[in-house]
């Protein structure tokens, strides 16, 4: 295995085992709310964490049957990993603090503070392009292998 397949396998562990830990935080939060519901940010935490494992596994399969070169492969999979952890963070962090059911929703919070909108679209323009991009890299050169 070269070195981006051994980044998106322990990924692929680390969002699963993640996934499988914040199951855990949100049936703690069930199990003490009135409604027997998790806040809405723990909830999307735990099925994102475990939908980026199978992800990378994917990402991993791609990187196999790339006929790429290592680097340009080594970047690609780095590109995708490093926004779904991202991405998976965000989502955290709304759990822990609890501040909205929608991150999108303007004004756009983070706690206590307003994150300026300019900040948003970059951060999803970013992601749209190292999670897309990185992945249509990999499946281009599995197409011509």
Not at 21 to 46: C, L, N
Request: charged fraction near 15%.
């Amino acid at each position: 295995m070269d070195l981006a397949q051994k980044i998106a396998v322990f990924a692929a562990g680390g969002f699963f085992l993640a996934g499988l830990s914040f199951g855990v935080w949100k049936y703690a939060q069930i199990a003490r709310s009135p409604k027997a519901q998790a806040s809405a940010y723990v909830d999307i935490a735990h099925r994102a964490a475990l939908m980026y494992a199978f992800a990378c596994l994917v990402v991993e399969r791609f990187v196999h049957l790339s006929a790429l070169d290592a680097t340009v492969e080594l970047v690609a999979v780095v590109a995708q990993v490093g926004f779904f952890a991202f991405g998976l963070s965000t989502y955290v962090i709304h759990g822990l603090l609890r501040d909205t059911d929608n991150q999108f929703a303007r004004p756009h919070k983070l706690g206590r503070a307003e994150l300026p909108p300019a900040l948003m679209v970059a951060s999803m323009v970013a992601l749209v392009a190292g999670e897309l991009g990185g992945f249509a890299v990999l499946f281009w050169g599995a197409l011509i292998a």
